[in-house]
């Protein structure tokens, strides 16, 4: 157990529906990031907070993800009108950011399922 | 585009053997470097990191370290099939934010 917690661990959901995840991070961590990860693949990066300002948003996701960090601590990402290619393992991990890098922690992950 | 690229594998070992995982990135600027290791349907876990030239020694576990080169491997001995897993590479410097590999599987043969 890293310390970083995500919840629900598993969603089933048809499609067109909306979901929310969330993820609370290592407590002085300061860095807060989301990913996505299909079979076979590594970690493809969706977005990231410091404290409670999203610093970057990738250019592969689509208007349909939102992600909050309110207050710097805990966040949760939402997925719109979800469509069976999303369905994947959703990732959060957690940091404390130094000058030479950070190191990064991950939680358990949620698993999404689309039908 | 700052990247980190791992060969994808699979590597297949003999158990008791010594498996090598190398991992190379375009960032110079990086300076801290991991590896993580995934079982399947699990997350990452975080298993050695290097800052320095050189190598790092943690049990089983070696990474090494060659800036001017800009790679990184990682060599796990005595291999036993409970290290079969995908093992990812990751680097980070400054205020960036961390690069992932795809990751290597690893597969150690009883």
């Known amino acids: 157990d890293t310390g970083v917690s995500q919840d629900p661990r598993h969603k089933i959901t048809k499609r067109g529906q909306n979901v929310t995840f969330r993820c609370d991070p290592i407590?002085?961590?300061?860095?807060l990031y989301w990913y996505r990860q299909t079979l076979g693949q590594g970690p493809e990066f969706l977005t990231y907070f410091q404290n409670e300002a999203q610093l970057e948003k990738s250019r592969l996701l689509s208007d349909r993800f939102s992600a909050e960090r309110p207050k710097g601590s805990f966040s949760t990402l939402e997925i719109q009108r979800t469509e069976q290619g999303d369905s994947a393992m959703y990732l959060c991990?957690?940091?404390?950011?130094?000058?030479?890098?950070?190191?990064?922690?991950f939680g358990p992950g949620t698993r999404l399922l689309v039908l | 585009q700052k990247e980190v690229e791992q060969n994808s594998g699979p590597l297949s070992v003999p158990e008791g053997a010594i498996a090598s995982l190398n991992c190379t990135y375009s960032d110079r600027g990086s300076q801290s470097f991991f590896w993580y290791r995934q079982y399947s349907g699990k997350s990452p876990e975080l298993i050695m990191s290097i800052y320095s030239n050189g190598d790092k020694e943690d049990g089983r576990f070696t990474a090494q370290l060659n800036k001017a080169s800009q790679y990184v491997s990682l060599l796990i001995r005595d291999s036993q099939p409970s290290d079969s897993a995908t093992y990812l590479c990751?680097?980070?410097?400054?205020?960036?934010?961390?690069?992932f590999g795809t990751g290597t599987k690893l597969q150690v043969i009883p």
């Open positions: 991990a957690s940091s404390l950011v130094e000058r030479r890098g950070e190191t990064q922690y």
């Open positions: 407590s002085e961590h300061n860095r």
């Open positions: 990751a680097a980070t410097g400054g205020y960036q934010k961390v690069t």
